[in-house]
C-alpha cells in the first residue's frame, strides 16, 4: 500500500526536513517568482497551493504590490511549522481539491506538488474555476518529469504516488483547464541537473 504524501511531508516536518527542502529548492523558485512577476506593475493576491513551512508567502508578502499571501497545505506537520514560525500568517490545513480562497488570486505558485496527484487535471480545473483571477496566472514547478531520468525512481524509492508527464503534456493539461498563452522553460538548470520544469498559463477572459 502506497504512503500518503500529506502524510509523508508532515512526517518530514517534524523531523524538521522541512528546512531543507525551503534550502534546496529556494534557487529554482526565486527564478519562477522572478519570471511570473516580471514587468507586473499592477497589485495582486498570491497563493502558495501546497506551501510546506510558509517561507514562499513570508518572502512574496514582502513584496510591495502584494495585497495578501497565503498558503496551503494538506501536511497538518507543515501548517503547523509555518504558523510556528509565523503566527500571525495566513495558512490553511486543507486539501487542494476541496478548498477554495475568500479573494481570488491574481498570482497562484506551486512547486513539487502537482505530480502527487492522481489526477492534475482535477487539480488544475479546481483552481482554475475557484482559486484564479480574472487575467491572473497559474505557474508551477516540477522536478519530476520524463525529461529528468533520476526522477523517474522517486515513486519507488518513496513508496508515493506521483503522475510522470513530459512537457508537452502539461501545457496541454493547463490548455483543457481553459488557460492560455501555456508555455513550459526552465529553472536552476546545471550541469548535473536538467532543470525544474516550469508550467504556466493565464486566465484570459
Known amino acids: 500500500m502506497q504512503n500518503k504524501a500529506t502524510e509523508l511531508f508532515s512526517d518530514w516536518a517534524d523531523i524538521g526536513k ?7 529548492h529556494s534557487p529554482a523558485v526565486n527564478q519562477i517568482l522572478e519570471q511570473a512577476l516580471s514587468g507586473n506593475k499592477s497589485h495582486f493576491n498570491f497563493i502558495d497551493a501546497g506551501c510546506g513551512n510558509g517561507w514562499v508567502v513570508r518572502k512574496v508578502r514582502e513584496m ?8 496551503i497545505d494538506g501536511a497538518k506537520g507543515m501548517i503547523e511549522n509555518a ?8 495558512y490553511h490545513l486543507a486539501d487542494l ?3 477554495s480562497p475568500t479573494i481570488k488570486a491574481e498570482l497562484i505558485f506551486s512547486m513539487e506538488v502537482f505530480y502527487y496527484f492522481k489526477s492534475p487535471e482535477e487539480l488544475t480545473r479546481h483552481i482554475v474555476d475557484n482559486w484564479l483571477a480574472p487575467s491572473g496566472r497559474l505557474i508551477i514547478g516540477i522536478d519530476h518529469y520524463t525529461g529528468n531520468p533520476d526522477s523517474h ?9 506521483m503522475t510522470l508527464k513530459d512537457a508537452d503534456e502539461w501545457v496541454q493539461l493547463f490548455r483543457d483547464a481553459g488557460l492560455s498563452n501555456c508555455a513550459t522553460s526552465k529553472a536552476n538548470v546545471s550541469k548535473k541537473f536538467p532543470g525544474t520544469l516550469v508550467v504556466s498559463g493565464d486566465l484570459i477572459v
Open 18 to 24: 522541512d528546512e531543507g527542502m525551503a534550502e534546496a
Open 64 to 71: 510591495p504590490l502584494c495585497l495578501s499571501s497565503c498558503g
Open 83 to 90: 504558523k510556528r514560525i509565523d503566527p500571525g500568517g495566513d
Open 97 to 99: 481539491l476541496s478548498w
Open 153 to 161: 525512481s522517486w515513486p519507488e524509492d518513496l513508496n508515493v504516488h
